[in-house]
């Protein structure tokens, strides 16, 4: 898979906002913690299906990890994979940085 493919697929899986609110309700919870899918449904007001249709994704990306605990499974970030992914952002969208002229910068400011 090359750069692109790789950006697209990162991109499609941020690009919805329960899935960001799942990364985010993860991103709180202290190791070892996980939550299993009906805790993340409960938390976010939708349904297990919906929640597992979205971790599918989610994992699929690499975003998020599974591990069986009992009965079910429980879900956590992909630290490593979070990483990657801030790169892959940075290399599909540069920032330019400006230099910024302090003179035309305080006298608008007067």
């Given at each position: 898979m090359d750069n692109i493919d790789k950006q697209a697929t990162l991109f499609g899986a941020l690009s919805d906002p329960t899935r960001l609110k799942l990364l985010r309700l993860l991103s709180q919870q202290k190791e070892p913690n996980a939550l299993c899918v009906n805790a993340l449904a409960y938390q976010l007001g939708v349904t297990q299906s919906a929640i597992s249709q979205h971790l599918r994704l989610l994992k699929s990306?690499?975003?998020v990890k599974g591990e069986r605990r009992g009965y079910r499974i429980h879900y956590f970030l992909n630290e490593?994979?979070?990483?990657?992914?801030?790169?892959?952002?940075?290399?599909?969208?540069?920032?330019?940085?400006k230099k910024i002229n302090l003179k035309s910068s305080a006298q608008s400011g007067e």
């Open positions: 990306a690499g975003l490593e994979a979070l990483i990657q992914a801030q790169q892959q952002i940075s290399i599909a969208l540069p920032i330019k940085k």
